[in-house]
């Protein structure tokens, strides 16, 4: 499974690698540049330089030596201080020591598993991000002595105790991100609190969260109307400064989004969905298309950086129909009678579940007879008590054509619960479908039909004043014109 991911995030590691390396290079040889023409400052008018410089004609035309001591004697030097020589000089092996390393140094170094002690990952992050730190605090003084910027007296004391807390966003986004790799399936609460410790430190390190499996565990206690433990798709609320991605590892712009994802500059989660061991890639696709349809692995993106405004930094655009609260399916079958039939079911977790293997258990026939059964999506709109002696079902396709019913065990109502809680939450806070939002719109719009029905009222009352008036003239003046006609005497008007 690591293996699905691990490539892609490779990728965007060595791409970052390979453009430090770059900055390097050209760092190089600006430096290398400004010897040469400090070579050329000091030594370009000797007699042996002009030589070699005007060729066959110093030998012939010129006298050299005295050409040298007008040349040496007609401006001031322009050569370096003896102390920046020297710092350049030193810069140069330096650079190109930290390139070689930024081609050679691989992703493990820059790694380490969830599994490890919290101090151990938050170590080996301080160490990978004080490495880069050093490369960038190399480049920043190259680029003030390539500028004749650098001043002893002042940033001496600057660059002395860099590390990558005095890095800029620009700076951030170039750095080869410190991964820490963390698998969740199953009981996550123990990884998603070792990972909001290590968010905390507000180091920017990427905490790659890869799940094969939807399955939750929950206590026999657990509350059907209002989950009781965290999920990874709320750090946000918990954590505003963190980045956060959720996705599946056939995506249509996985690569993109990813790329995103690690060169934000700041502490950020990725959530993929990945393969499971042996799974075919169409299977996975598939499995993976219905996991997000049915909202039990809602994709999203919260990127804080992208406005002020929390309702602006949550992206749910990736989910099919965000704005409703299923997605629907229809189910083409046979009645009792044998007649055929369609029936339009909404796509719920049990659903997508019905063709998982694991959760085979979690759904079972109906009993023979009874009328408790109601409908999940109904049964997810009932109170606790309304929910006793229910039993709720969903509607699937049968092998042979028919449309079967469904029971679904208590442990998958509490999962359905669980994510559709979840996804309204989602909505809620991305402004899609939020009750205050609505309720606002709702009463704009009464008052604005109000309103509108009061104009048009108002409208048609002068309608039909004017007319009125139109016809009383219209009236009058065939008066007059008969009145004319008859007697021959033009009315007064």
Not at 46 to 51: F, R, S, T, V
Not at 75 to 104: F, G, H, N, W
Not at 285 to 307: I, L, T
Request: aromatic share 6%.
């Amino acid at each position: 499974m690591k293996e699905q991911v691990l490539k892609p995030i490779e990728d965007v590691w060595h791409d970052h690698c390979a453009a430090l390396g770059d900055a390097l290079a050209e760092a190089i040889s600006e430096l290398q540049n400004l010897l040469r023409v400090d070579e050329y400052h000091r030594h370009g008018h000797d007699p042996e330089h002009l030589e070699r410089a005007l060729g066959p004609l110093a030998a012939t035309n010129l006298d050299v030596g005295s050409l040298s001591r007008v040349l040496g004697e007609s401006a001031p030097s322009r050569a370096m201080t003896p102390e920046r020589l020297i710092r350049v000089q030193e810069l140069i092996p330096t650079l190109a020591e930290m390139k070689q390393d930024c081609s050679s140094t691989a992703l493990d170094s820059a790694s380490a598993d969830i599994d490890k002690e919290e101090s151990e990952i938050r170590d080996l992050a301080e160490k990978h991000l004080d490495r880069v730190a050093r490369v960038f605090r190399t480049l920043r003084i190259a680029q003030l002595e390539i500028r004749s910027k650098y001043e002893s007296e002042t940033h001496d004391a600057v660059f002395a105790n860099f590390n990558w807390r005095q890095l800029s966003p620009g700076e951030l986004r170039l750095c080869p991100p410190f991964l820490v790799m963390a698998r969740l399936d199953g009981d996550d609460g123990a990884h998603l609190r070792k990972m909001m410790a290590l968010l905390e430190t507000g180091m920017p390190i990427k905490v790659v969260a890869l799940r094969s499996s939807l399955r939750e565990v929950h206590s026999a206690a657990s509350d059907t109307g209002v989950p009781s433990t965290m999920t990874i798709e709320t750090l946000p609320l918990a954590m505003r400064g963190v980045y956060f991605l959720q996705t599946y590892a056939a995506a249509p712009d996985f690569q993109e989004q990813l790329f995103q994802a690690l060169t934000a500059p700041r502490p950020g989660v990725i959530s993929i969905l990945c393969k499971r061991d042996h799974e075919a890639q169409a299977a996975f696709q598939s499995r993976a298309e219905r996991a997000v349809r049915a909202r039990a692995f809602p994709m999203c993106v919260y990127d804080p950086d992208r406005a002020d405004r929390f309702v602006m930094c949550l992206d749910l655009s990736s989910n099919p129909s965000p704005d409703t609260l299923w997605t629907t399916e229809t189910l083409s079958g046979r009645d009792p009678q044998g007649q055929p039939i369609e029936v339009e079911e909404a796509f719920t977790f049990a659903h997508f579940a019905a063709s998982e293997s694991e959760f085979v258990a979690d759904l079972s026939d109906p009993p023979a007879t009874g009328n408790h059964l109601v409908s999940l999506t109904d049964y997810l709109t009932f109170s606790r008590r309304q929910r006793v002696g229910k039993l709720p079902f969903i509607s699937l396709a049968g092998k042979d054509g028919s449309i079967v019913r469904k029971v679904v065990s208590p442990k998958m109502a509490l999962q359905c619960s669980e994510r559709l809680h979840l996804w309204r939450t989602l909505q809620e806070i991305s402004g899609i479908n939020n009750p205050y939002v609505n309720k606002t719109r709702a009463t704009l719009k009464q008052e604005f039909g109000a309103q509108q029905q009061a104009q048009l009222e108002s409208l048609r009352q002068e309608m039909e004043k004017d007319a009125a008036d139109r016809e009383r003239a219209a009236v009058a003046s065939a008066v007059r014109k008969l009145v004319a006609h008859l007697t021959g005497i033009e009315p007064p008007v």
